[in-house]
C-alpha cells in the first residue's frame, strides 16, 4: 500500500553556537592594554578589537571615537556600516 506506516521525518534541532560572553565595560587591565595595543595597529576596525580584546562592539565603537577625537589614530574610510582606522602615522614621524 502506497500510503503506508512509514516514519515521520524528525527535524533537526539546528547548529547551535557558542555564546560569547564579551566585556561590555573596560576594566583597567583591558583600557591599559586598549590604549597601548590599538595605536601600533594598521588596520583598526570594531570587528578586530572585538575579536582581540573581547569586549562588546558599542564599547569598540564609543572607544575608537574617544581616541580619535585625542588623535591616536585617524579614519580611513567612514561608511554607514564599518569605520575602519588606521594608526597615525604623521604623529610617530615628528617623534
Do not use: H
Amino acid at each position: 500500500m502506497a500510503g503506508g506506516k512509514s516514519k515521520k521525518k524528525k527535524w533537526s534541532k539546528g547548529k547551535s553556537r557558542d555564546k560569547v560572553d564579551n566585556k561590555v565595560l573596560f576594566n583597567k587591565e583591558a583600557w591599559e592594554r586598549f590604549n597601548s595595543e590599538v595605536p601600533k595597529m594598521k588596520l583598526i576596525t570594531v570587528s578586530a578589537l572585538v575579536e582581540k580584546l573581547r569586549i562588546n562592539g558599542g564599547l569598540a565603537r564609543k572607544a575608537l571615537r574617544e581616541m580619535e577625537e585625542e588623535g591616536k589614530i585617524k579614519a580611513v574610510c567612514c561608511s554607514r556600516a564599518q569605520k575602519i582606522y588606521t594608526r597615525n602615522v604623521a604623529e610617530e614621524e615628528d617623534e
